[in-house]
């Protein structure tokens, strides 16, 4: 029996606890964690503000896929190494990630939204600094989407594109990346097609300093701060 007990220990424990409304919270812990997670209908919820998504462990791979209107995905992260997709097709979306521990060391992120009015917000290492992001933003809207990246990590690279009808109005984003630069460090890539855009973007570290902007539609507001 005490063999068992520490081999479960050793593998994790994972408690998923179905609620009303299609509701999802899971608290996890352990290394090696494949989790796929898929929701279809109004309201889906995967963790919300009081009580979030908690995963917990190096070498995770994760996916979430929900399809509807008015979808919460909040989810507290704390492992060294992850690679995480999510995916949302629907309007009214919200998500908030948060991996603000001493982890956070090899992130590969990427979040594919379309629908309209998404609230996306994705926090790394905002503690300590990650060694390493890699982060695919893609979203596409009818309306007008709320995005805020903050990234603090020695080699940065993330790639934002954003689209939104022409004629309605814009989107707003804001992007900061921070840490240590050097030997191919930060890099943010942000494309934003569509009118009344407000982009707000801060890059800082030693060196290797890179942003490349693309936008097309008008009244747009870019505002780009950048220091070694």
């Known amino acids: 029996m005490t063999s068992n007990i520490i081999k479960m220990f050793l593998l994790g424990w994972l408690i998923i606890t179905p609620a009303v409304a299609n509701d999802i919270y899971i608290q996890q812990s352990g290394d090696n964690l494949d989790l796929d997670i898929t929701q279809d209908g109004q309201n889906n919820v995967a963790g919300n503000s ?4 908690s995963l917990t462990g190096d070498n995770m791979t994760f996916s979430i896929s929900q399809v509807g209107n ?3 995905i ?11 997709n999510i995916n949302l097709t629907g309007g009214l979306n919200t998500v908030d990630l948060d991996c603000a521990s001493s982890n956070c060391d090899t992130v590969s992120m990427s979040i594919d939204v379309t629908g309209d009015s998404a609230d996306v917000t994705v926090n790394l290492g905002s503690t300590a600094d990650a060694s390493d992001y890699v982060g695919t933003i893609d979203i596409t809207s009818a309306a007008s989407e709320t995005f805020t990246l903050t990234v603090n990590a020695a080699a940065a690279d993330a790639d934002i594109d954003i689209s939104n009808a022409t004629g309605l109005t814009g989107n707003t984003s804001s992007y900061t990346q921070t840490g240590d630069g050097d030997s191919a460090g930060h890099s943010l890539k942000h494309s934003h097609t569509g009118d009344g855009g407000v982009i707000t973007m801060s890059q800082s570290g030693i060196y290797d300093n890179k942003i490349d902007v693309t936008t097309s539609g008008d009244n747009a507001a870019i505002d780009i701060t950048q220091s070694d």
């Open 70 to 72: 008015t979808n919460v």
């Open 50 to 53: 009081t009580t979030a998504m």
């Open 74 to 84: 909040e989810a507290t992260i704390n492992g060294a190494t992850y690679t995480g």
